[in-house]
């Protein structure tokens, strides 16, 4: 116990380094927020203040009135929440089989989750998009949805991987002894013990789905479909010219649902976390 | 490489996916286009809808659904589209993104499809943006020329020769110039500020006008690049004003056009060389009381000359229905229409007749400057130039942002331009 503690001034320096990160963290998130209510001579000022001096909506106003960003926002949650569910209800037992039936095959699925991670966008966008167009999938919510779900699945299931290793199997085994089925064991002992795991890779998938611009652009035809980050660039002329104000309210809304959705579950995530952290 | 990489893996896709054959008749009789617009600015966009909007009231058997795009990642998202076989039948783009699509079969030949009158409005020299091989692949419509943003008080205050079209300032001129102007305007303030977050196109485009054009196609159809002396008036005056004169500021050079904005209202900078489409920011965000002018960009031995990649319309190769989308062509481009989209996006027209209207000749914003020099606007030096893109970002990018900023001299400026850039081109030219 004793190699865990630093004298105070160590600690002092390690807070400081925490704030120090949290503040660079936090920098470009409060830049948004300020930039979002600063009227049109302040954006344009040499001198950029961090509380707007006479804060405005009209950003707002005007990204509303130019984009649909609400019929965007109600795609993206869509199809972010639907990622999510269908994601963890997928990689949930084969997290499980993998964690606790551990043999040449898991091995394989392991070291396929990883490679898969490293493939970019572009590589698997055209084949993708035709087999799509084949299951008649383009244009619709439901084929980005299975894009998604695809796309983060193996990130997930390595995720629950390790959070199912993290609970012992002796409770299993002593569930077992008392009497208890299979299904009886998963459903009473196991899965409470995963909630704060499955939580974490549900709002994982479900960012990584609230967040993604290329496949959303290149699936959906229709404006009606769009979801937010497609909308958000419509905001962006050529050569990277924005209509900055606008812009920076449409953003700041579209990271509302991230931050509530943080917010709200955030003890679970964090028990979720620290599970496992301790090898029994 | 990554248009490599798509290409590549589009090939796979379909060997090993096949195509399937789409239903080309309409089953309420009614032909529906899908036009994907790039426009983004509130005017354009009205503009646009409003338009289609006028098309679809008057024409209840072709109806056209407009689709607002991206300029962000519009190519990869055209090739895929294309790949997929679900391209829009009306596509906005730039000409300078068109030879892939024109050249790899993706885009209709216009040339039969298109009315006598649109052909015969739009000049010789614009079409030339749009036409790969034999084929015309798109319509040029809008295009903005590059030109001086300047603060009108400290202009007028210094006494220096205000340029026109008629009497534009030389490139040694505007040297002489800038030195002036940044003596008379104190410490910190600059009489000009050079963004060149994309410094190829900036380099190239306004080298038309000493004569520069630094892409040269032999008789073999082959192109190579060659540094000749009128292609370093450009960059060698920027080189100096940034790195010997001091006249303009080296924190500008890695900026956008709108990141110098701030120090323009603010009397930092005297002058900046934007597009003429930057007006529209101007006009929004100057502080009250701020005062600006247009002026032409500096002249060379080729006089106000400069590059462009006007913003096209296509039609895609696998539309069923090219005749009635070219016939919405014609429609939207008319004249007066050309006019409306011009305006909204605040750039000049391609059609003749659309030029000469009288609300594009105005001193207000500067809209008689840019429609003066118009007539020698050309296509953008590597307009048709396969391997462009691989040059630009492996080869002239590093080396002119190295140059303007003074890491290298030009001597290695030119080397690499066309040792390393021949080297690019030659893979892209084998036969």
């Given at each position: 116990m004793s190699a865990l503690r630093t004298s105070r001034p160590a600690r002092c320096g390690q807070y400081l380094a925490l704030l120090a990160y949290l503040v660079f963290l936090a920098l470009p998130f409060l830049w948004l927020v300020s930039t979002a209510f600063k009227p049109a001579p302040e954006l344009a000022s040499l001198h950029p203040t961090w509380i707007p001096k006479d804060p405005t909506l009209d950003n707002f106003r005007q990204a509303f009135d130019e984009q649909p960003l609400l019929r965007a926002a109600g795609n993206s949650l869509v199809a972010a929440v639907a990622a999510a569910v269908i994601a963890v209800a997928v990689a949930t037992p084969l997290a499980y089989v993998t964690a606790r039936h551990r043999g040449r095959l898991a091995s394989a699925a392991t070291g396929w989750v990883v490679i898969s991670q490293a493939f970019p966008f572009v590589l698997v966008i055209i084949p993708l998009f035709l087999i799509l167009k084949n299951l008649h999938l383009v244009n619709?919510?439901?084929?980005?949805?299975?894009?998604?779900?695809?796309?983060?699945?193996?990130f997930a299931l390595w995720m629950l991987t390790g959070y199912v290793r993290a609970v012992p199997a002796e409770l299993e085994e002593a569930a077992a002894v008392d009497g208890a089925g299979r299904l009886r064991t998963l459903v009473s002992v196991t899965a409470p013990l995963l909630v704060p795991g499955i939580v974490a890779t549900a709002l994982f998938a479900f960012v990584t789905a609230w967040n993604e611009f290329f496949f959303a652009l290149v699936l959906l035809k229709t404006p009606e479909k769009q979801t937010l980050p497609v909308v958000l660039t419509h905001f962006l002329g050529a050569e990277g010219v924005a209509d900055l104000g606008p812009l920076a309210a449409a953003a700041f809304l579209a990271t509302l649902p991230s931050l509530v959705v943080f917010g709200l579950l955030q003890r679970r995530i964090t028990g979720g976390m620290l599970a496992g952290a301790v090898k029994s | 490489m990554r248009r490599r990489i798509l290409a590549l893996t589009a090939?796979?896709?379909?060997?090993?996916?096949?195509?399937?054959?789409?239903?080309?008749?309409?089953?309420?009789?009614?032909?529906?286009?899908?036009?994907?617009?790039?426009?983004?600015?509130?005017?354009?966009?009205?503009?646009?809808?409003?338009?289609?909007?006028?098309?679809?009231?008057?024409?209840?058997?072709?109806?056209?659904?407009?689709?607002?795009?991206?300029?962000?990642?519009?190519?990869?998202?055209?090739?895929?589209?294309?790949?997929?076989?679900?391209?829009?039948?009306?596509?906005?783009?730039?000409?300078?993104?068109?030879?892939?699509?024109?050249?790899?079969?993706?885009l209709a030949d216009l040339r039969t499809l298109l009315p006598a009158r649109l052909r015969a409005d739009i000049p010789a020299r614009s079409w030339e943006t749009t036409t790969f091989g034999e084929g015309i692949y798109g319509v040029p419509f809008l295009q903005e020329p590059r030109v001086l943003i300047a603060n009108r008080k400290i202009l007028e205050a210094s006494g220096v020769r205000l340029p026109t079209p008629e009497e534009p300032w030389t490139w040694s001129e505007f040297r002489q110039i800038a030195q002036d102007l940044t003596r008379t305007l104190g410490s910190g303030r600059y009489a000009v500020a050079w963004p060149l977050k994309e410094p190829v196109s900036v380099s190239l485009n306004l080298g038309l006008s000493a004569g520069g054009q630094l892409f040269h196609r032999e008789a073999d159809g082959r192109v190579t690049v060659r540094f000749t002396e009128a292609d370093a008036v450009v960059p060698g005056t920027i080189h100096e004003q940034v790195v010997t004169d001091r006249t303009a500021p080296r924190t500008t050079l890695g900026s956008g056009g709108s990141d110098t904005l701030p120090g323009f209202f603010a009397g930092r900078y005297a002058m900046v060389p934007l597009g003429f489409a930057y007006r529209q920011q101007i006009a929004q965000q100057a502080p009250e009381g701020f005062e600006w002018t247009v002026l032409p960009a500096p002249a060379g031995d080729a006089g106000l000359t400069q590059g462009v990649s006007p913003q096209t319309l296509s039609i895609a190769e696998d539309s069923p229905y090219k005749k009635e989308a070219a016939a919405f062509l014609d429609?939207?481009?008319?004249?007066?229409?050309?006019?409306?989209?011009?305006?909204?996006?605040?750039?000049?027209?391609?059609?003749?007749?659309?030029?000469?209207?009288?609300?594009?000749?105005?001193?207000?914003?500067?809209?008689?400057?840019?429609?003066?020099?118009?007539?020698?606007?050309?296509?953008?030096?590597?307009?048709?130039?396969?391997?462009?893109?691989?040059?630009?970002?492996?080869?002239?990018?590093?080396?002119?942002?190295?140059?303007?900023?003074?890491?290298?001299?030009?001597?290695?400026?030119r080397r690499r331009l066309v040792t390393d850039g021949n080297r690019v081109l030659a893979r892209y030219q084998r036969k």
């Open positions: 619709s919510v439901s084929g980005l949805v299975l894009v998604y779900v695809v796309w983060s699945l193996p | 090939a796979f896709a379909l060997l090993a996916t096949g195509c399937t054959a789409g239903d080309d008749a309409p089953e309420d009789g009614v032909v529906r286009l899908r036009f994907q617009s790039l426009a983004w600015q509130k005017e354009s966009v009205d503009a646009n809808r409003q338009l289609v909007s006028e098309w679809n009231a008057t024409h209840p058997d072709v109806q056209i659904d407009y689709v607002q795009g991206s300029w962000d990642s519009v190519h990869d998202q055209l090739l895929t589209s294309f790949e997929g076989g679900e391209a829009p039948d009306i596509i906005h783009d730039a000409s300078d993104d068109l030879a892939d699509f024109a050249y790899g079969g993706d429609f939207f481009l008319r004249p007066e229409n050309m006019v409306r989209l011009a305006r909204g996006d605040w750039m000049l027209p391609t059609g003749t007749a659309a030029l000469a209207d009288p609300s594009l000749h105005t001193a207000r914003d500067g809209w008689a400057t840019g429609a003066a020099v118009a007539e020698r606007l050309r296509p953008a030096p590597a307009q048709s130039v396969r391997g462009y893109p691989e040059w630009k970002d492996k080869v002239a990018t590093p080396a002119f942002q190295e140059y303007y900023s003074g890491a290298i001299d030009g001597a290695e400026l």
